[in-house]
C-alpha cells in the first residue's frame, strides 16, 4: 500500500510538471503572482479581452492544427 501511494504521489507531481512546461510555452497565457492585488489582476484582465471574429477563430484553429496535428479542446 506503501508503495501505490508513493508511485501516485511521483506521477501526480510529474503530470503537473508536464502540464506547467507546456502551458508556459503559450504565449497567451497570462500568469499571475498569488500574492498580486486583486484589482492589478482585474485591470490586467480587462485590458487583454478581446472579442475575436468568427474568421479570426478560424485562422487560430488552423494554425494550431498545423503546428499541432490535433484540436485545441
Not at 35 to 50: A, D, G, P, R
Not at 53 to 62: D, N, Q
Request: cysteine-free; aromatic content about 12%; hydrophobic content about 35%.
Amino acid at each position: 500500500m506503501d508503495f501505490a501511494i508513493s508511485e501516485i504521489k511521483k506521477n501526480s507531481r510529474r503530470f503537473a510538471k508536464r502540464q506547467t512546461t507546456w502551458f508556459k510555452k503559450d504565449e497567451s497565457i497570462i500568469w499571475f503572482d498569488i500574492e498580486s492585488e486583486i484589482e492589478t489582476i482585474i485591470k490586467v484582465i480587462e485590458e487583454n479581452i478581446k472579442l475575436k471574429t468568427r474568421a479570426e477563430l478560424e485562422e487560430e484553429v488552423k494554425k494550431w492544427q498545423e503546428s499541432n496535428n490535433k484540436w485545441p479542446f
